[in-house]
């Protein structure tokens, strides 16, 4: 969706959008360890004015995604629900670029330098911030076994575990760091 910019007036205006995040797909098709799909399209809502030159959106979108956990490296879905709040400020294109970067950052303000706002790269980058960090298909998740690769998940194996020594062989690797 594209909104042009002199279409943003003080007074807010409220709009439902059908997003398409196809793109997010091939963003995570090459990632080994983060694989996570997404539906073609993403439904939420938007509300979006402007104060001088600075434009605010304020929204919020829910979706079901599909992760691949990584301790036992199965598919499994999961729903997500954010809400949003962006400001884009002009980009003022400036020698001082660079301290106004920072400055950026501090704030989370983005910049437009167009006359057309596009929706799509705004909402991926809400969805990516929305993915967890670590994907697990479950709190529990025992994983695979580091022996024979098994799901322990779905079968027990005859493996030996890990014996008690290897923890407190942990404690003496921790205590080396620590010194
Ligand atoms: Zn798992
Ligand atoms: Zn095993």
Redesign the pocket.
Known sequence: MKIPVDQITQSPKEIMFSEKIEDLNSFFANEKYRDFHFPPVLDGSLVYYRSGQELFFQGSFGGRFEGCCGRCLANYSFDVEKSFDIVLVPDPARPERKVEELRREELGLSYYSSDIIELAPLIEEQVLLALPTRPLCREDCRGL?G????NLNIEE???VPAAPSDSRLAIFRTLKINR
Not at 147 to 150: I, P, Q, T
Request: proline share 0%; with cysteine.
């Open positions: 076994c022996g024979c690769g098994v194996c005859a493996c």
